[in-house]
């Protein structure tokens, strides 16, 4: 089964704070998959880490 992690470990994680990780669902300006649980925001480990390897580049260009 996948980790479910919440926003303060995501934000930890990535070095933004939780108000960043809200604008961007918020947003859809970063593709950031999340769940709602209830009204609870649950982020699954896996997306996280594709996330983080989809942001990955070899040149700014």
Partial sequence: M???LTPSQ???FLGVT???LSVWRCTGR???SFI???RR???RESDVENF???RVYEHTL
Wanted: glycine share 14%.
């Fill in 41 to 43: 925001v649950m982020y």
């Fill in 36 to 38: 709602k649980v209830g």
């Fill in 2 to 4: 996948n980790t479910l």
């Fill in 18 to 20: 939780i108000g960043t």
């Fill in 30 to 32: 970063y593709p950031l």
């Fill in 10 to 12: 995501v934000s930890d």
């Fill in 52 to 54: 983080i390897n989809g």
